[in-house]
């Protein structure tokens, strides 16, 4: 391993993370400390973290952040040959043979990110290259497990199989959700012992599930117009952009090639109930149709209503899509962002 590549990609996280950091609710940065000190330590998903050491390194961190906010990324040097650190084909044709996973793009709020881990497997789907990695030796604060980068599909079991740590730890036996029917379906249960055995069953919910990120990505290189960077750089604010944001992921979700329309084939309740479990804010609120469908299906098992469900929001979500983009090519950048959280408030009313 490079260490002068590994110092050079964590410089360009650092720099991102100072110039971002402002973006995240108090809450959700101190999530994304807690699972990047896990990352950076190497800690096992069930080890305890203690407060006084996850606090030294916080404050640590924040204090080299006046001076990164005011720094340019840094190229990357591969075989002598500089590279862009965005320029992601360039450096996995060097990587990729090493067992390594390079991925850079821009994340929520347009924050750039980066992140290097080893490589479990590749393959090719729909002309699309499918890169599955695991531990991540380096990374920034901002996750996601499924990300489209250009041709393309970058799918993280490592934050993924914490984001599953983190909410098995929430699970309420006074209290059934969609939560508790996903693990339950995986072979789950409450009192699970947390050990060794538990952490190997984790990664593979985790591996299992990613399929259903799969057919979001490869839904979303299907269904990807060409207007829409430039209309979440125009958003203006974080609810606008977030709006903006869900109605992309619910077009993926509800298109004939998305990930509902595979758990119906298959009848995979685990990865239905799982993928509502983990829907939050605007993509969970502007969707009723399969809230009320999956709540009948817990009492019937009847896929009809999910397959329902999915159409009648692929229609509306399509819809809403095409007004998004016409409301863009039609306004000013401030139009825009005001008619988008206009339009959010009626959604949500």
Known sequence: MDSNLLRDIKFNCDVSDAQYWGYFSICGLLMRYRDLYRSEKGLAFRAEIGRE????????????????????FRSLILDGKSYDPFDLAGINRLLVPQGLIYGAGYGMYMKPTFFLARLVSVSEVDGLMVYTSDAELVRDLFTSAGMLQETSILLRLEPLTMLLMSRFSSLNPRKATALD??????????????????????KSMALRYSEAILYHERAEAREQVPEWKDLLRTAGDRKAEHYIRAI???????SDHGPFKRMIETRDRGALSLHLALA???????????????????QNGE??????ARIAGRERFFLQRSRIIDIFLTSTAEDFGRAIRALADDEIR
């Open 53 to 72: 050491d996850i606090g030294a390194w916080i404050q640590a961190k924040e204090a080299t952040w006046p001076e990164l906010e005011q720094r340019s």
């Open 181 to 202: 029917d996903a693990f339950a379906q995986y072979g789950f249960h409450y009192q699970q012992i947390i050990d060794s055995t538990f952490e190997e069953r984790l």
């Open 248 to 254: 992309k992921d619910l077009v993926a979700d509800t």
């Open 280 to 298: 939050e804010g605007f993509p969970k609120a502007l969707f009723p149709e399969m809230k009320a469908a999956y709540a009948l299906f817990l």
């Open 303 to 308: 896929w009809e209503l999910i397959e329902a």
